[in-house]
């Protein structure tokens, strides 16, 4: 079985810090990842996916995540937090049962002080 | 760009009442999904759709249904709606089954059960 695990449910970063955000899956093979962040009031949009091309992928507005097997891991940074990157936070993975599904992690609240 | 319409924001009904939440895709996506999210718990998948009247139960099926009579609409019921039912409720499409592929969310209706 697939699934995903979200280490800190909240994360405190100064603006112009790095962000951190854990994420570690379990997954019997290779695995799709994924990293949405929901905004408030919104629905969840998708930051970045990793699908084996390459282990360091680049998303939107400077986010990126590493690919890390040996870790089972796939933690999303960002050098230098920003106000506006203050947001919920959702890790996935993509699970092959009787049809493709995604299936989220708890998530992770991300606060950026001034 | 593809639009995921919720048809309510906020929905507050009482216990027992038969509710039924709407979605509406406009881009002809084959997939269709029902989410809700907890905090603390993330996104649960609850029911999804792969074609027009075709189902299949997620994570949480108990206490739902769900009716895809049209590609583009996917909607979700909830028979005898009770307390432990308020929630978000998130619908998401995708263009095919593939596992690879990112979802688009809808900006999520808020269902109170009193």
């Known amino acids: 079985a697939q699934s995903v695990t979200q280490l800190g449910s909240h994360v405190s970063v100064s603006e112009g810090a790095l962000v951190l955000l854990r994420c570690n899956y379990s997954?019997?093979?290779?695995?799709?990842l994924f990293w949405y962040v929901q905004y408030p009031n919104q629905g969840l949009q998708l930051l970045l996916k990793?699908?084996?091309?390459?282990?360091l992928v680049k998303g939107i507005n400077g986010f990126e995540a590493e690919f890390k097997k040996s870790e089972t891991s796939f933690h999303l940074t960002k050098p230098s937090a920003h106000m506006s990157d203050a947001a919920e936070y959702f890790c996935?993975?993509?699970?092959?049962?009787?049809?493709?599904?995604?299936?989220f992690g708890a998530g992770t609240r991300l606060f950026v002080k001034a | 760009d593809v639009k995921v319409t919720q048809s309510s924001r906020y929905l507050v009904k009482r216990t027992g009442e038969k509710v039924f939440l709407e979605c509406v895709q406009d881009?002809?996506?084959?997939?269709m999904f029902w989410y809700r999210q907890d905090p603390g718990l993330g996104l649960r998948l609850i029911y999804f759709?792969?074609?027009?009247?075709?189902?299949e139960k997620g994570d949480i099926p108990e206490g739902y249904s769900v009716s895809r009579e049209k590609k583009e609409r996917f909607s979700l019921i909830l028979e005898s709606a009770s307390t432990n039912q308020t929630s978000m409720y998130l619908c998401?499409?995708?263009?095919?089954?593939?596992?690879?592929?990112?979802?688009?969310f809808g900006s999520g209706t808020q269902l109170s059960v009193l």
């Open positions: 998401a499409s995708s263009l095919s089954g593939a596992a690879n592929e990112k979802l688009f």
């Open positions: 997954s019997s093979v290779p695995p799709y």
């Open positions: 990793y699908t084996s091309a390459a282990t």
């Open positions: 996935a993975v993509s699970r092959n049962t009787g049809g493709f599904k995604t299936i």
């Open positions: 881009m002809d996506h084959e997939n």
């Open positions: 759709s792969y074609d027009v009247k075709m189902k």
